[in-house]
């Protein structure tokens, strides 16, 4: 669909997602506001994330064999996927969908394209980060996947190498190897079975991230509005012609929707149904006393489904978990502590400071589509864009999407097709 270029583009939302779509615009010289209701950027979802950007890991969660792992989990504080009873009425088709995308063929097939997708993101993220110097806390030395089966580490890596068909490079190494790459683990030597590294996957700090995207985005001439709620978009003659804020309206010809789990309410009263469901996750970031012992890698632990990641000289965060129970951002005590439990358990040096007290506790909502594959272009409201529904790949994906989007609004050709991604599909 070839698109007039828009005079003025209005971004809704200040996560990691929305401050790249702005920075991809600015940079191609539109006029560009970024609307955020929060009074920073990356308030909610981006504020306190798993901070990986792992392509390789793009695969999207309704894995074949998922639902019976939710059923046995029902009620299990302990499970890394829990499915509150209360949700079950308002998945409805959202949840349907979810189970039909677990066949094999439907799940390949999606995970190849989000990690097309994400592949492409990295490069786009390493040439900002180089044109911006950008600083975010960030690791550059890959990410370790860590094992304590062997069957179950085997399995992995032929699952990974039929998954990957080549797009990126994987490294199973022994538990020797493990333990040269990353010392912290020495305490657990004797429980590993090995693992598996992703020379090219990186980390950071999302929230650093995104606010740096949106001073960049800003100097390029985009409008920054935080502490701004957005109540419509306001659609006449068929088109796009403004967005209507809690601090008047701002006239705008194009329209990005990239907030995420509140992407399906903005998009709802235009007739337009965006399958995006709120998954809780949780995270809690330390400062650490001891830094010696702190892992140096990103590292995912199998056996209990949590990542922990290393931010700068004294900084540990600790996140995972999957929480499918609406919209509620509460911080259940019991599945934080399952969180901590297991950190403690792979990293028993730190034991005595991965504790709730010492904790900087926090819990967001990812947005889930029901192939586990991002929203990506144009409606067919003409004007209104999506970028949203990256569930827990947002970092990973957020600065190919959107240079894609951008590229679309402007009509200009894709590098990667966004045909699989299209908001109605």
């Not at 939302?13 to 191609?28: P, Q």
């Not at 796009?240 to 804020?245: A, Y």
Request: with cysteine; net charge neutral; hydrophobic share 40%.
């Amino acid at each position: 669909m070839s698109t007039p270029r828009p005079e003025h583009v209005v971004v809704i939302g200040g996560g990691v997602v929305g401050t790249t779509t702005a920075l991809s615009l600015a940079e191609r010289g539109l006029n560009v506001t970024l609307i955020e209701h929060n009074s920073e950027a990356a308030g909610e979802t981006s504020h306190a994330n798993g901070g990986g950007i792992t392509p390789a890991h793009a695969e999207p969660w309704n894995a074949p064999g998922l639902l019976g792992k939710l059923v046995r989990n029902l009620g299990r504080a302990d499970a890394p996927y829990r499915l509150s009873p209360v949700a079950l009425p308002g998945m409805g088709g959202w949840g349907l969908r979810f189970l039909a995308n677990m066949r094999r063929e439907r799940f390949l097939a999606n995970a190849r394209n989000n990690i097309r997708l994400g592949l492409y993101s990295l490069e786009c993220l390493r040439r900002w980060r180089e044109r911006y110097d950008m600083k975010y806390r960030q690791t550059l030395s890959g990410s370790m996947q860590v094992y304590f089966s062997r069957e179950l580490m085997a399995e992995s890596v032929q699952f990974r190498r039929e998954l990957l068909q080549g797009q990126a490079v994987i490294e199973p190494i022994g538990v020797d190897e493990v333990i040269a790459r990353e010392p912290a683990l020495a305490p657990v030597r004797r429980e590993l079975a090995g693992a598996i590294v992703f020379p090219d996957h990186e980390s950071g700090d999302a929230r650093q991230f995104s606010q740096i995207a949106a001073e960049q985005a800003a100097a390029l001439g985009a409008n920054l509005m935080f502490g701004t709620a957005v109540k419509s978009i306001r659609v006449d003659g068929g088109r796009v012609q403004g967005v209507v804020t809690d601090h008047g309206e701002i006239q705008a010809d194009a329209c990005v929707i990239a907030a995420g789990p509140q992407s399906p309410g903005l998009a709802r009263p235009l007739g337009l149904r965006l399958p995006i469901y709120p998954v809780r996750g949780y995270s809690a970031t330390f400062e650490v006393d001891r830094s010696e012992v702190l892992p140096t890698l990103p590292m995912l632990d199998t056996a209990r489904r949590f990542v922990t990641l290393r931010l700068g000289e004294r900084g540990l965060r600790v996140a995972g978990l999957a929480d499918f129970a609406g919209h509620s951002r509460r911080i259940v005590p019991r599945r934080l502590e399952c969180l901590l439990a297991g950190a403690r358990r792979l990293l028993p040096e730190l034991a005595d400071e991965l504790v709730t007290e010492k904790a900087e506790v926090w819990a967001g909502l990812r947005p889930v589509t029901p192939d586990g594959m991002p929203l990506l272009g144009e409606t067919r409201v003409p004007g209104v864009f999506i970028n949203a529904g990256h569930g827990p790949m947002g970092w990973t994906m957020a600065c190919g999407s959107a240079d894609l989007v951008a590229a679309r609004i402007l009509g200009e050709p894709a590098a990667v097709s966004l045909k699989e991604f299209e908001p109605g599909r």
